[in-house]
């Protein structure tokens, strides 16, 4: 007989931690290391400890839950995800990953099933990126280099600042990584965040790659001037280059790199003024493909526009990549496990891509990797009206403790 999550267990979980950094619209806050990210690691802690489990924080501030094996030498099978968000969050976005992998160890926990892996789950640092991005996930894998902390996504200040305020070195972050063969791969149960399970009316999502990201700075330089006097013509006006940017981002993906997605999240007018001809313009700008080389090239383009609408109108421009994350595949061995976990519960599954980014992929150079993806309502996320039925959270909850279980077997053989 398959053993299942205690679902009830779960659901007050769930509740519980949705009230740290709870936000009137139902959705959450909880940036990296902001006090309602702090309160809902160390409540996960709680929760580890009062279940018996091995409480555990590494030197780059992933917090585990740690179920060990009776086998001497055991290797560990990761689960996990991340409790930090984006500023205006939904409730599942990485807490669901990180409370089914917790589920999932106390029900094996409580099966009294003597599995030949440990079993750690694990919330990852910084996955979202308010600092760096999948900064935990990379530092484990030992992926995380120098580079990444001095030109991070959230601004080489910042960085130093929040480590110093958390106690964090950056010699301890970048210590962090974990040998692996003492691992036999990471499971990450995420939200789909996009609408294909639902419109397929499918239940489970077996994801086959996550796509690759970089994310830039872009600044655009001009002179800051009187705004009465200045005629129009006279002008060096740091917005103009980047509202023709934005539209420039647009165009340019959607004409040339159909697969792909761009964006541009954010805009900083300086001096920022009613009576000042703008200085300059910051803009926080990602682009998205599936594939390495695409990437690269559409990297190039959106480059090479930043400078041509820089010269149009007569401004500086800087272009600095302050992030990539390589477009990944998951285990084939992985997507078995999750693809027979839930035929055996009768669930309707599909293979399905990533057009998110995830912890799983920072940590793919090491060990293998597979996702479980569980349907989003609208394709909605990165909103407080993030929202999955509990029925198909449960459902991916007891997926994932079946892949577990398959895999513990024949992964340590
Ligand atoms: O940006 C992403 O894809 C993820 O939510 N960090
Ligand atoms: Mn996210
Ligand atoms: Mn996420």
């Known amino acids: 007989m398959q053993i299942r999550v205690d679902a009830d267990r779960l659901r007050a979980d769930f509740d519980a931690l949705a009230s740290f950094g709870g936000t009137p619209e139902g959705g959450i806050r909880r940036t990296t290391f902001s006090a309602a990210h702090l309160d809902a690691r160390a409540w996960f802690l709680d929760r580890a400890r009062a279940a018996g489990l091995e409480a555990s924080v590494d030197s780059a501030a992933n917090h585990s839950a740690i179920l060990p094996s009776r086998v001497p030498g055991a290797k560990t099978l990761l689960l996990g995800s991340h409790l930090d968000s984006v500023r205006e969050a939904g409730r599942y976005d990485g807490a669901l990953g990180v409370l089914c992998a917790l589920e999932v160890v106390r029900a094996v926990q409580d099966a009294k099933l003597a599995l030949p892996v440990a079993l750690e789950a694990i919330d990852f640092t910084d996955e979202e990126g308010t600092l760096v991005g ?205 693809f027979d976990a839930a035929t055996a519960l009768g669930l309707s599954a599909m293979e399905v891509p990533s057009g998110a980014g995830h912890d799983a992929q920072a940590v793919a150079p090491i060990t293998p990797i597979g996702m479980v993806f569980v349907p989003s309502v609208g394709g909605v996320s990165h909103d407080p009206s993030e929202y999955t039925s509990w029925e198909d959270c449960v459902n991916g909850a007891n997926v994932l403790l079946g892949a577990t279980v398959r895999l513990a077997q024949a992964l340590s053989s």
């Open 134 to 338: 999948t900064l935990g996930s990379w530092a484990l894998a030992g992926q995380l280099t120098a580079e990444h902390l001095d030109a991070p996504r959230g601004g080489r200040d910042l960085l130093v600042a929040e480590f110093e305020r958390m106690g964090l070195t950056e010699r301890g972050i970048l210590a962090a990584g974990r040998d692996p063969t003492t691992l036999v791969g990471l499971l990450e149960l995420h939200i789909e965040q996009g609408p294909v399970l639902e419109r397929a009316s499918v239940e489970i999502g077996i994801v086959t790659a996550i796509s690759g990201s970089s994310s830039f700075h872009v600044q655009f330089e001009g002179e800051a001037r009187h705004a009465g006097t200045t005629p129009m013509d006279a002008r060096r006006d740091a917005s103009l280059g980047a509202a023709a940017f934005v539209l420039g981002v647009r165009e340019t993906t959607t004409r040339l790199f159909p697969g792909c997605v761009a964006t541009v999240g954010d805009i900083a007018i300086e001096p920022g003024s009613f009576n000042v001809v703008p200085r300059g313009a910051r803009l926080l700008m990602e682009c998205r493909s599936p594939d390495a080389a695409e990437l690269s090239t559409l990297e190039a383009a959106l480059g090479d526009l930043a400078r041509r609408e820089a010269a149009a109108f007569g401004l500086g421009v800087t272009v600095e990549r302050v992030g990539r994350w390589e477009p990944t595949p998951t285990d084939p061995r992985f997507r078995t496990a999750l």
